[in-house]
Every structure is written in structure tokens, then in C-alpha cells.
């Protein structure tokens, strides 16, 4: 075949279509099955031995190389590659033959040229294993998953200087099963490492095989900080400031669950109390017809009962078959109602408050047709059902009084919130809201107190004296579950003060994890972060 063809009155010759193939002379292309089949041969007459550096012109044998290449215009290429054996003309050298290379083509014992080789690599650096070979299918460079991974792991490793701040959390590749720890240099900003799990033992392992950095950034995981203090003991470990603030969070929001009756704007009757019962009975039975709250009483009367005994609460779950955390709501609940966590909504629906004044002018006015009624609150929004509107309308019909709109109580996590943003970005309505329910319950009164005077140390970073006395304060409070928050925070309590003094935080930790998270960890990354990223992400690439 010729090397050069006329196209356009240019001369065309075969180094434009393949550039990377001019060490080498093009005998014949031939297409069959799809793919475009180069037969290639070496320009020189000589080559060197890799040896001793001598050139040899006496060849002892030939053999044809199969190399693929990158796909041309949608076709497979495979080299055929005529290469050459000398013999090696220095009688000293301990190498008696050897072949001729081309290593800018194709490296030693390689079945794909460099160029190809490169395109996988990125294709595997960017995607993994799985959502690459799917890739790498649709551009016409066919590699399996495992050769995708092998690339990647094959490329070398860069020196990255040691961290001196180093951040660690956690991440899910398969939620509630799976999990991997992601390290950070808190200063650049930038991953140091992925492992495979989040253990302690692995992460120290980690930080006894690496320079041990300064100040170890983690959140109250004890995984993390007992794995800081097996593998880098001299390393100042800070509790990361925004956990601390959704931790306690979590108890306002527990403790606003658990004194719900409290704040409702129709509280639940309490139930009678429970009366001596005859016989070998070991507990009453309360004269209620909720199921649900008659078991819920005997199942706090228990509890209770096992507690006064001086049992455990694990031991308390094997006798009640009940699991440790059910056993514990009980244990540290007021009362059954106090221990209940269900949400109750009497009145009208939510859906349909809001159209509640239209209504009840026009039932005044005289319209009681359900079916008018709906096709007026429809064109003005309405997205409920009939049979929302159908109760109103039968209630109305048996002389029922008309409905008045209300304002829906807070919910748990909503006061949650109020409690923990700082007063003055609180409107008028949210400060009256507040108050409102802190008027009808006394402790969440008590914990609306002392959680905002933490969150104020919190902010401003108060973590000497003020953090202690907070500490002393809670002691006296009478809240169980602030109580049990504050005496976690005793017990890691050098991590804690560090955290509300020092301006390290796990801040930029979270940002790479949401990164890997959503499988968008920049690509112009350290390769052997890019390498670690991509194998971990192959574990969930199913399901892409």
C-alpha cells in the first residue's frame, strides 16, 4: 500500500493519520471484521543492545507483535508489529540476542501502544471501574473493569508532603454497610488518603506509617479518637464546633419529642392512675381502650420496675424483649405519654386551614354543596382530596361549629432550630412562638437556657473557663438528656475545649466527602488520591 494518497489536491500521507506511528513504516492496512488492521515494521537497519549499548546489524529471528491502538474513525485498530531479534556483536556482553523496541509507541511486553494506555488511564482516574468499562465500550476502547483498576493502580505514586493539620471523616459507599474514611490536609485543602474502612485500628495504622501530623481535626466518632491517640499520641485532636452544635441539637429535639403534651394546644388527657390489681398479677392493666397507649403504659411500668431493681438497661431489654434504645426512652421518661413520640393532628386538615375563612363565609352565606365548595377552593389552590372537603362539609351538615384556622404546633426539630440560632436573627412571630412553649413546659424552658449559652461559647470560641462553668451548670439543670450530653463532652473533654479554642475544624473534611458523595472529586487531583477514589467509588458503580 501506498503511504500517501491525494485528497483535496494535498498530498495525504500516513504520519497525518498516524502521528504517534512514525518510528515505524506502514506495509499494508487492511479492514476485515470491523477493525482496521496496520502491518508495521522498524525504519532501521541496526538497533542497540539494552545491555551494553552496542549497535547490531546480524538478526537471529523475527516475530509479529499484536498491539491495539486507539480506535480511528470509529474502528478498531490492531497493530501487527514485525519486530526483529540481533544478535548482540559484543562477545563480552552476557546478553547473546535481543529484540528491537519501540518505546514510544508501545512499552516492553505491552499489548496496548502508550496513547491507548494514557486514554485508559483517564477513563479509569475519572469514572472507576464499572462506569469506565461502560464509557470505554461507547468510545471504542473495549477494557474490562480489572484492567480499567490494574492501570490505575499501576501508575506511580507522587511524594506528598506530610500534613500538618489532618482531618479525617467518614463516607458511605453503601449506606448503613459500607464505609471508608477520607483524610484531609485541613491547610491546602486537599485529600491525603481514602481507606477502605473507619476503623481505629486502620486509621492508626495509617498515622504510625506516616509523618504524625500536629493537630488531628475528627468529630465525636470514638473511632477516630481512640485511632488518634494509638497512632499519633503527641497530636492535639479538636472536636470539630459544628458537630458539637448538631449533637446537642439532637437532645433539644429529643427532649421536645418527649414533652410534647406539654406545648400542644390540646393537650392529651392524662391517663387515670393505675390501681392495685388482686391476685398474682405482677402488673396492672390499665381500663383504656388505646391499644397503643395501654401498651405503651405497661411497657413504662416495666421498664421502671427493672430500673428501681437496680438491672442494667441491656439487661432490661433481654427480660422485656425490648432493644437497649427503646429500653432507655422509657428509662429516662417522666411518664408513658412523656416517653411517646407520636405526632397527633386534631382539627381540620392542613390542607385545607387555609381556605377555612372562604368556607365558613360562604356555608353563612348559604351554600352548603359539597361539590360547588370544592370546584371554588380548587380554582383558588386547593391540591387536597374530596373526601377532605367531604368531612368538613358533614361535620357542618350535624351541626358542628364552624372551624376557626390555627397556627399548627412547632414541631420538635423547629424548636430545635429556634433554640439554637442566635436571638437576634429570630423575627417577632418566632420569638413569640418560643415563648409560648417554654411558658407551658418548665424543663424545655430549662434546656432553651442552657443550650443557647453553649452555642454562645460555641461561636465565639470560649473554650476556657466559660465551657467549665457551662459544665457545672448543667450538673444542676435537671434535664437527663443535657446532663448525659454534657458528661460526653467531660469525657472528651480535651477534644472539646480544643475545638472551642483553636480555629481548626472539620469544615473542609465534610466539603471533600459530599464531593465523594456525589462521585465529583476533581480530576487534575494527586494521582494516587485519584487512584484511591476510583477503586473505592467501584465497590457502588453497579448501581450508576
Known sequence: ??????????????????????????????????QVHLVLRHGRRSARCPHCGRHSRSVHSRYTRRVADQP????????????????CSNPRCPRQTFAEQVPDVVARYARRTQGLRIALEQVGLALGGRPGQRLSERLRLPASRATLLQLVRRLPEPALPAPRVVGVDEFATRRGQVYG??????????PVDLLDDRSSAQFAAWLGGHQQPEIVCRD??????????????????????????????????????????????NPVPKLPAPEPSSGASSLPVLPTTDRLAQRRQERFEQVQTLLARGMSL????????????????????????????????????????????????RWQEGCEN??????????????????????????????????????????PRSIAGLVLRPPDHLDAAEVQQLEEVCERCPELAATRDVARRFATIVRNREGGDAFHVWLKEVKDCG?????????????????????????????????????????????????KIQRLWCVCIDKVGRWW
Open 1 to 34: 500500500m501506498s503511504n500517501s494518497a491525494g485528497v483535496g489536491g494535498t498530498r495525504l500521507r500516513s504520519a497525518h493519520l498516524f502521528p504517534h506511528l512514525k518510528p515505524l513504516h506502514i506495509e499494508r492496512v487492511l479492514i476485515a471484521d470491523g
Open 72 to 87: 480511528l474513525v470509529g474502528q478498531l485498530v490492531l497493530l501487527h508489529l514485525r519486530v526483529r531479534r540481533f544478535r
Open 181 to 190: 474514611t477520607v483524610l484531609v490536609d485541613v491547610e491546602t485543602h486537599r
Open 220 to 265: 465525636r466518632a470514638g473511632c477516630y479518637a481512640e485511632g488518634a491517640r494509638l497512632g499519633a499520641p503527641a497530636a492535639v485532636q479538636v472536636a470539630d464546633r459544628w458537630h458539637l452544635l448538631a449533637n446537642l441539637g439532637d437532645v433539644i429535639e429529643t427532649i421536645a419529642a418527649q414533652h410534647r403534651h406539654c406545648w400542644r394546644d
Open 314 to 361: 441491656t439487661a432490661i431489654g433481654r427480660a422485656v424483649h425490648l432493644s437497649r434504645k427503646i429500653v432507655r426512652k422509657y428509662a429516662r421518661a417522666s411518664s408513658a405519654d412523656a416517653a411517646s413520640t407520636r405526632r397527633t393532628a386534631p382539627g381540620p386538615s392542613p390542607v385545607l386551614t387555609p381556605f377555612l375563612p372562604y368556607l365558613n363565609r
Open 370 to 411: 359539597g361539590k360547588l365548595l370544592l370546584e371554588e377552593i380548587r380554582a383558588q389552590g386547593y391540591r387536597g382530596s374530596r373526601r377532605t372537603l367531604g368531612r368538613y362539609v358533614t361535620a357542618r351538615h350535624r351541626g358542628a361549629p364552624p372551624p376557626e384556622p390555627r397556627r399548627a404546633p412547632p414541631s
Open 479 to 527: 434535664v437527663p438528656r443535657l446532663v448525659s450530653f454534657a458528661a460526653g463532652l467531660r469525657r472528651d473533654e480535651a477534644a472539646v475545649t480544643a475545638g472551642l479554642t483553636l480555629p481548626w475544624s472539620s469544615g473542609v473534611v465534610e466539603g471533600q466527602n459530599t464531593r465523594i458523595k456525589f462521585r465529583t472529586l476533581d480530576i487534575d487531583f494527586d494521582v
